[in-house]
Nanobody, 117 residues
Framework: QVQLVESGGGLVQAGGSLRLSCKPS????????MAWYRQAPEKQRELVAS???????NIADSAKGRFAISRDNAKNTVYLQMNSLKPEDTSVYYC???????????WGQGTQVTVSS
């Protein structure tokens, strides 16, 4: 079965950094566009960053200049480097995999990121 295992969340002070990792299993990683979403309490899930299967990236305006997404196809892993974290970045962060052709999607279980002021 398909699993997206996320790691790297935690508690950090404002201005600090975290790196999230997501390692899918059960899929052909190189055939999937990958993305990170986040959802704060009582808010809708929002796209934070995405990377296509060919490596093109997109970062949400709220994260531009602070976050970076990357993928390592050899390690079947996608990363989200988060710098200059703000309290408003506090959310559960979810990894998403979307097949480049069929659009079939999978989600991770989420990892909590808490930024204290």
């Amino acid at each position: 079965q398909v699993q997206l295992v996320e790691s790297g969340g935690g508690l950090v002070q404002a201005g600090g950094s975290l790196r999230l990792s997501c390692k899918p299993s059960g899929i052909s990683f190189s055939s999937y566009h990958m993305a990170w979403y986040r959802q704060a309490p009582e808010k809708q899930r929002e796209l934070v960053a995405s990377v296509t299967k060919s490596g093109s990236t997109n970062i949400a305006d709220s994260a531009k200049g602070r976050f970076a997404i990357s993928r390592d196809n050899a390690k079947n892993t996608v990363y989200l480097q988060m710098n200059s974290l703000k309290p408003e970045d506090t959310s559960v962060y979810y990894c998403n995999a979307k097949h480049f052709f069929s659009g079939l999607e999978y989600w991770g279980q989420g990892t909590q990121v808490t930024v204290s002021s």
